[in-house]
């Protein structure tokens, strides 16, 4: 079993759900969160001053997976999260982390099953 965190643009949201869809994984946690990477921020101008936006609001993916659906889902989160056919800057990130057990509260199953 993996824990998959992806840090993704807003906007890509949907595509990437789609794509999850698509190979059978139904199933995720979103959050919204704030961040920057290489992108740095930006810089806006309210009300005739400049100001410096360090970090960027996106959004973050937990997922849940046994084994074997751990590439069909990084392949889903690329191909629904890339801007463009290339990508660019800012697209986000895709972590992959071991999961020792996952339970099901309201049944009490444990392991693969509760997934």
């Keep these: 079993m993996k824990l998959i965190i992806a840090i993704i643009q ?3 949201l949907e595509a990437v759900k789609m794509a999850l ?3 059978e994984v139904f199933r995720l946690t979103l959050m919204d ?7 740095k921020g930006h810089t806006e ?3 005739g001053h400049e100001l410096t936006v360090n970090l960027l ?12 659906f751990v590439e069909p889902t990084i392949n889903a989160i690329v191909q629904g999260g890339r801007s463009g056919d290339q990508g660019e800057i800012g ?6 982390l071991p999961m020792d057990d996952c ?6 199953e444990r392991g693969s099953e509760a997934i």
């Excluded at 697209?91 to 992959?96: E, N």
């Excluded at 339970?103 to 009490?108: A, D, S």
Aim: proline share 2%; net charge positive; hydrophobic share 30%.
């Design 57 to 68: 609001r996106k959004v973050q993916l937990q997922i849940a997976v046994n084994d074997e």
């Design 103 to 108: 339970v099901r509260i309201r049944t009490g």
């Design 45 to 47: 101008v309210y009300r």
């Design 21 to 23: 869809t698509e190979v």
């Design 91 to 96: 697209d986000g990130k895709i972590f992959v």
């Design 33 to 39: 969160c704030q961040g920057f990477g290489r992108q």
């Design 10 to 12: 807003p906007n890509r």
